[in-house]
Every structure is written in structure tokens, then in C-alpha cells.
């Protein structure tokens, strides 16, 4: 039944983002089209600037459609009308969310990838290659000065962005699912729990900074002997700033997580 759910998930996302990825390569085909007319005349300015604006404009909006598309999945199905049938499914509450997470995630790659190729197709490839050029001559800097590091490093990379978008999904599934407690105006308390949540970060951030700058003494030492170790080994520090960071938004999100289980599970009350 996952499997269905996952099928019928990546089906939905991509009707509702196929329009968005097909205009977003027909502009790229049109400013592509264009530049085989160039000349010096005002109106190919004119021309090609607008194409480039309107191709430059598509590829904002098609990186937030995907975005939008995710959290109207995720409201849609579960809070209004559409989730008497999503409740009916012998499926359960922790299996809607990380089905929705995982198309989620993977519709905003997918959504990179048109937009790499929307790219492709305006410069015919040339600004990719040269791109990919300077990426892999950076890259065969860093492995000639740290090695299989390098590769770490990439791995690492590329699991950050990852997390960060996963972490932003739960973040807000959290906040629509906190809207859904109150009786009105469900969507401006989804809004309220956003914020809320900035500010209390703020308060979280600001509480941080006056302990630290009271444990002067205790942090100093503990620096001193952080830097003697980074010292001689650079890349382990490295590494465990990286994983420390990660683990951390891995918390916070399963917080997320929990709390949208719970009001689906325990308080969900659809429109």
C-alpha cells in the first residue's frame, strides 16, 4: 500500500508541476531561438533581453511552484475536504508524511535538474561546460592538497542540501498542522505558527549568546584545546562540525515530525 502511495504522490506532484517544468524548456528553446538571430539592431536587444527576463523569471518561479506545489500537497490532502479519503487508506500517519517528504525532496531535484537542462538548452551548453570546467579543476586542486577528504567533503555536501530540504518540508508541515488547531482561520494560523516559531529561534539564539558570553572562561579553555586538536587533525574537526550540523537539523526536524504525527493521529478535525 506505501507503494501505491508513493505512486499515486509522485503522479500528483507531476501534474501538478509538468505545465511549470514544460513552459520553463519551451523558454529556454525560445531564448535559445532568438540568439541565432543576433544582430545589432534595438529591436534584437530588445528581443533577446526580454526573453532572457522571461526565462530568467520562469526559472524563479518554477524553483517556487515546486515548493508551493509540496506544501498545497501536504495541506490539501490531509486538512480539507480531499482527507476523508486519505484517512480511509490502511495506511498510517507516519507513512502520509514520509511519503509526501520523500516526493517532496525528490520533486525539488527534479526540479533542479530542468532547470540545469532549461540552462543547457539556452547556452547550447556552453556556460554548463565551462561551469563544470571550473568545478572539476577546483576539485582537482582540493583531492592534490587533502585527498579522499575531498570526497568526503562532496558526499557531505550533497547530504546537507538534502537535510535542509527535508528539514524546511517538516518545518512546514509542523506549522500547518499547528494552524489546523485552531477553529478559524486555519491558513493565517499556520502563518502565526511560522512566525512563532522564528521568534522563539530569536529568543533561543539570544538566550545562546548571553550564556555563552557567561561561560567566557569554561569556553576559552575548551576552544584552546579544540584548536590544539584541530591542529592536528583538521579534517576530523571538519567532519564532526559537518555531522554535528546535520544531526542537528535532523532533531529538530523529527520534532516537526512528531508534532504533525500527533495532530493527525490524535486532533485532526477537517474542514
Known amino acids: 500500500m506505501v507503494r501505491k502511495l508513493l505512486k499515486h504522490e509522485t503522479l500528483a506532484f507531476g501534474r501538478s508541476m509538468l505545465p511549470m517544468w514544460v513552459i520553463l524548456l519551451g523558454m529556454s528553446v525560445f531564448a535559445r531561438i532568438v540568439q541565432f538571430f543576433e544582430s545589432d539592431s534595438t529591436v534584437y536587444d530588445i ?18 511552484m515546486t515548493v508551493v506545489v509540496c506544501i498545497k500537497r501536504f495541506y490539501v490532502n490531509m486538512f480539507t475536504g480531499e482527507g476523508y ?19 517532496s525532496v525528490a520533486g ?3 526540479s533542479i535538474i530542468v532547470v540545469l537542462v532549461a540552462l543547457c538548452i539556452t547556452s547550447l551548453g556552453e556556460v554548463l561546460v565551462e ?33 535542509l530540504a527535508a528539514y524546511q518540508m517538516l518545518l512546514f508541515y ?16 499556520a502563518f502565526g505558527a511560522y512566525f512563532a516559531l522564528y521568534v522563539i529561534e530569536q529568543i533561543l539564539g539570544t538566550i545562546m549568546v548571553i550564556f555563552v558570553s557567561l561561560q567566557m572562561n569554561w569556553l576559552t579553555s575548551l576552544f584552546e584545546k579544540l584548536e590544539l586538536y584541530a591542529i592536528k ?26 508534532v504533525s504525527r500527533y495532530i493527525i493521529k490524535n486532533r485532526l478535525n477537517l474542514e
Open 108 to 110: 525539488f531535484v527534479a
Open 233 to 258: 587533525h583538521p579534517y576530523v574537526v571538519a567532519h564532526g562540525g559537518i555531522w554535528i550540523g546535520i544531526g542537528l537539523y535532523v532533531v529538530i526536524g523529527a520534532v516537526f515530525f512528531f
Open 47 to 64: 528581443v533577446r533581453g526580454s526573453a532572457f527576463t522571461v526565462f530568467g523569471i520562469s526559472v524563479a518561479v518554477c524553483l517556487v
Open 85 to 103: 479519503l486519505t484517512m480511509t487508506l490502511p495506511v498510517t500517519a507516519e507513512q502520509h508524511i514520509f511519503s509526501k517528504l520523500l516526493i
Open 174 to 189: 509542523g506549522c500547518i498542522s499547528v494552524g489546523q488547531l485552531a477553529r478559524k482561520n486555519r491558513v493565517l494560523a
Open 131 to 163: 561551469v563544470f570546467k571550473a568545478i572539476g579543476y577546483l576539485f582537482d586542486k582540493m583531492y592534490q592538497q587533502i585527498g579522499f577528504h575531498s570526497v568526503v567533503f562532496i558526499i557531505e555536501f550533497i547530504i546537507i542540501l538534502l537535510v
